[in-house]
């Protein structure tokens, strides 16, 4: 008999129960070592379809494909033992019917071993959340600002500032907890809506850009440490800033093999050791 403990992850139960108490900490992962990097400091790891923009350099999410999410999530898996891993749903795997949106759904989890999917959308995306839920698959939703929906909302920026977007949001909120959601990613919200929201609902709320009030916090991991700098959102805060460190090492690389200093004697095989 095996006397290996095997760490167990944490659940959409796990998650749930947090609703109020101990905040729950996610982060994006997109790789193995990320992924093993993150995992000891985090409940959830997000494998996020910002992917195409901060690993693919395109412009927005629109262009992230299926494969793409689930060769990602297959690397993050592999990087992480404890947190949950959710993996989003990109542009047009979801939104034509529920059906299409199961079908992708069941890919990703079959394909990478995740425990949920992400989902972008509030009350039209109601009856798609239950039509999951109550077929095996986890849902965590995402209200507020939608990167997916950048063209419709015209630009990224923030929501709830009127009084019928504010409703609307809670709307929302309200739509995707009773259709089933384990918890709800709210992005880029008016902090006094995100704090109203959260005390409506009973699922926990993730905030980015959205207010402390939320029940758990997300960020984008390269935003953090300083990977991303094509433009940072005002919500980011930098925990690190390693460009510069990794652009310094690259640089002293290329010096150390033009002035053949690199590799040393060390390096090589078949060099007898100096005495
Ligand atoms: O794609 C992503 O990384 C996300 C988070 C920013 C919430 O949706």
Redesign the pocket.
């Known amino acids: 008999m095996s006397t290996e403990i095997k760490t167990k992850r944490l659940t959409t139960r796990d998650i749930r129960a947090r609703k109020g108490s101990d905040p729950v900490v996610v982060l994006?992962a997109y790789t193995t070592p990320m992924a093993r990097l993150l995992d000891p400091h985090c409940d959830i790891l997000?494998v996020?379809?910002?992917l195409g923009m901060v690993l693919y350099g395109m412009e927005s999410?629109l262009g992230v494909s299926l494969d793409m999410m689930i060769n990602h999530g297959r690397a993050v898996m592999r990087g992480s033992s404890r947190s949950m891993v959710v993996v989003?749903m990109p542009f047009a795997s979801y939104q034509e019917s529920r059906e299409l949106a199961f079908r992708n759904a069941a890919r990703i989890m079959t394909e990478t071993g995740c425990a949920a999917v992400k989902m972008e959308g509030g009350h039209e995306m109601a009856d798609t959340i239950h039509f999951l839920t109550s077929r095996g698959v986890p849902v965590m939703a995402?209200i507020g600002l939608m990167p997916q929906a950048v063209n419709t909302a015209g630009g990224f920026r923030a929501h709830g500032r009127t009084e019928d977007e504010a409703a609307a949001i809670r709307v929302d909120a309200r739509a995707v907890a009773d259709a089933g959601a384990f918890s709800v990613?709210v992005?880029g919200t008016i902090e006094s809506v995100a704090r109203a929201l959260t005390a409506e609902i009973d699922i926990p709320t993730i905030g980015?850009g959205a207010s402390a009030a939320c029940d758990g916090q997300?960020l984008?991991t390269e935003d953090l440490v300083g990977l991303f700098n094509d433009f940072t959102p005002k919500f980011v805060k930098r925990y690190a800033d390693l460009s510069p460190q990794i652009s310094q090492a690259a640089a002293d690389y290329a010096a150390d093999v033009k002035s053949r200093a690199f590799p040393g004697p060390e390096h090589c095989f078949g060099v007898p050791k100096q005495k």
């Open positions: 994006t997000l996020g379809d910002s999410t989003d995402h990613v992005e980015i997300v984008v």
